[in-house]
């Protein structure tokens, strides 16, 4: 288990929980925000062994009403197939990622796989990234540069061209621990 609350000024806390499966990972979570903008979040993601999104449900409800988002991916011969609500959606076709805004989880995807890069060395990919609490589903190329650790943890500078550049650091194991004006993780 894992939990976080948020140093945007947004008064949040999340949550999540990984589970090892046969073939992969299960992840689910969940974000409440209450203050400016109150909203709930609730999310799986199942990934396979190479941290690649396979399936995604997301949920949230906020003054705008209650929504619900399915992603679904076929991953065939190094190329991946998107489906949104059962409906392929070519414009997220060769994204490996999924990133739910609501959580700094879904950064954990790409960071390990992108674990055996040298400091100073970045990777840019296109992933789905699922607007909360719209769950509108969008394209964006992330951008993940490995730093120099600090404080004992591993650090990676995040960036995308709407949002701008953050620094994660992260566990040994790719789970955030903070993240630069987002969150950072709670200990029990």
Do not use: K
């Amino acid at each position: 288990m894992f939990g976080w609350e948020r140093t945007d000024g947004s008064g949040g806390r999340s949550a999540a929980r990984v589970e090892e499966l046969a073939d992969g990972w299960l992840l689910h979570g969940c974000e409440v925000l209450v203050g400016h903008e109150t909203l709930a979040c609730w999310f799986t993601v199942r990934v396979g062994s190479d941290w690649s999104t396979r399936e995604v449900e997301v949920a949230a409800f906020s003054a705008a009403g209650r929504r619900q988002v399915s992603l679904a991916v076929d991953h065939t011969d190094g190329w991946s197939v998107w489906s949104v609500n059962g409906v392929p959606d070519g414009r997220l076709d060769d994204c490996i990622d999924v990133d739910v805004a609501a959580t700094p989880l879904t950064n954990t995807f790409p960071i390990r796989r992108l674990a055996a890069l040298e400091v100073g060395a970045a990777a840019t990919r296109p992933v789905a990234w699922v607007d909360v609490p719209s769950l509108t589903v969008t394209r964006v190329e992330q951008t993940y540069e490995r730093l120099a650790g600090r404080n004992g943890l591993d650090a990676w500078r995040y960036s995308d061209p709407i949002h701008g550049a953050f620094v994660l650091e992260v566990d040994g194991d790719g789970f955030v621990v903070d993240y630069e004006r987002f969150a950072r993780r709670v200990r029990p």
